[in-house]
């Protein structure tokens, strides 16, 4: 089974720098697209950023400007770099990969969530 495995999260005062990684199994014989989504209590899960196979990047307006998306295939890990971080950043962020088994063919898969609080 494929699995996505995310660290980084934790406390940062806002203004503050925070890196999220997500490492997905090496089960997963094919990754295209991963990008990253964030639910705050309350609220629905929303995206945050995306990334395709061949680097194409794409951005929810709330952190364009601030949060960078990138990936190292070898590694099979994505990554997100949150800059200037506000209160408002405040969320459980998930990492998400559409991905192909030869046993399940292409399917969508999350991590299982690491919190991120920006807080004085």
């Known amino acids: 089974q494929v699995q996505l495995v995310e660290s980084g999260g934790g406390l940062v005062q806002p203004g503050g720098s925070l890196r999220l990684s997500c490492a997905v199994s090496a089960s997963a014989f094919r990754i295209d697209s991963m990008g990253w989504y964030r639910q705050a209590p309350g609220e629905e899960r929303d995206m945050i950023a995306t990334i395709t196979s061949g680097a194409t990047t794409q951005y929810a307006d709330s952190v364009k400007g601030r949060f960078t998306i990138s990936r190292d295939n070898p590694k099979r890990t994505v990554y997100l770099q949150m800059n200037s971080l506000k209160p408002e950043d405040t969320a459980v962020y998930y990492c998400?990969?559409?991905?192909?088994?030869?046993?399940?063919?292409?399917?969508?898969?999350w991590g299982q969530g690491t919190q991120v609080t920006v807080s004085s």
């Open positions: 998400n990969g559409r991905i192909y088994t030869p046993k399940w063919g292409l399917n969508d898969y």
